[in-house]
């Protein structure tokens, strides 16, 4: 598992592991290993997606690692060695996406969280440069997540009203399905997604804080399609 250009980045910089201390890591340490390699990996990646990084850029990206995702000292300073070491390696974003996809495959909540946070750090600087969304797009193709990041951009935009479509997307359905049937899709998709039940599949504790936004989109999405089927 920690094979590949995951494992290679993390290797560079595994002085400061997750966790600490020394041996062999379990498989849940793995996975969060994993993920939290992949991610700022192919963040790194992203940012020099339209062009060359700058200083501000990555102060921007310390800031949002502070602010946005609350990460402590010390795993601050393990994602900004991992997202340096990525940034200027010779291993593409796709290229962690494959590996990310195959490390989680049939976990399709993990997938959707890892786009929750790539789609939130690329519009740190607030836009989304077209080389971005073509990266992020591809990476959602591979995991079967179109409909989720369309969703998460228009949530990250500000979209005063995200169209009705779009909440049923998340919620994996359709319009014409029953409110019964809608509820029923919610509920297996929020017991898969509770952040919980992502940090036992793999998450690491230091990124709860996406899992809990993913946890309220999903909530806000049955909201809408509720509301919009109840009877007036």
Same mark, same amino acid.
Request: some cysteine; charged content about 30%.
């Given at each position: 598992m920690l094979g590949g250009p995951i494992g290679a980045v993390l290797g560079a910089v595994l002085a400061n592991r997750i966790g600490g201390g020394g041996g062999a890591l379990?498989?849940?340490?793995?996975k969060q290993s994993v993920f939290f390699t992949a991610t700022f990996a192919m963040f790194g990646q992203l940012s020099k997606a339209d062009g060359q990084v700058s200083a501000s850029e990555i102060a921007l990206v310390e800031r949002v690692m502070r602010e946005n995702l609350r990460l402590d000292a010390k795993a601050r300073a393990l994602a900004i060695q991992i997202f340096n070491e990525a940034k200027d390696g010779k291993a593409g974003f796709m290229d962690y996406a494959e590996q990310f996809q195959s490390a989680f495959a049939g976990q399709p909540q993990m997938l959707a969280m890892l786009m929750e946070l790539l789609t939130m750090l690329a519009f740190a600087d607030g836009e989304l440069h077209p080389? $971005?969304?073509?990266?992020?797009? =591809? !990476?959602?193709?591979?995991?079967?997540?179109?409909?989720?990041? #369309?969703?998460? &951009?228009?949530?990250?935009?500000?979209?005063?009203?995200?169209?009705?479509?779009?909440?049923?997307?998340?919620?994996?359905?359709?319009?014409?399905?029953?409110?019964?049937?809608?509820?029923?899709?919610?509920?297996?998709?929020?017991?898969?997604?509770?952040?919980?039940?992502?940090?036992?599949?793999?998450?690491?504790? $230091?990124?709860?804080?996406?899992? =809990? !936004?993913?946890?309220?989109?999903?909530?806000?999405?049955?909201? #809408?399609?509720? &509301?919009a089927l109840k009877p007036s």
């Open positions: 379990g498989q849940l340490e793995q080389e $971005e969304d073509r990266l992020l797009g =591809e !990476a959602a193709r591979l995991f079967g997540c179109e409909s989720v990041y #369309a969703s998460l &951009k228009a949530k990250v935009k500000g979209s005063e009203a995200i169209p009705l479509e779009t909440h049923y997307e998340t919620l994996g359905c359709t319009p014409g399905m029953t409110l019964a049937e809608v509820k029923r899709a919610y509920r297996r998709l929020a017991m898969k997604h509770h952040p919980d039940r992502v940090q036992a599949d793999g998450l690491p504790p $230091e990124l709860l804080e996406a899992a =809990e !936004a993913r946890f309220k989109d999903i909530q806000n999405a049955f909201d #809408a399609v509720e &509301k």
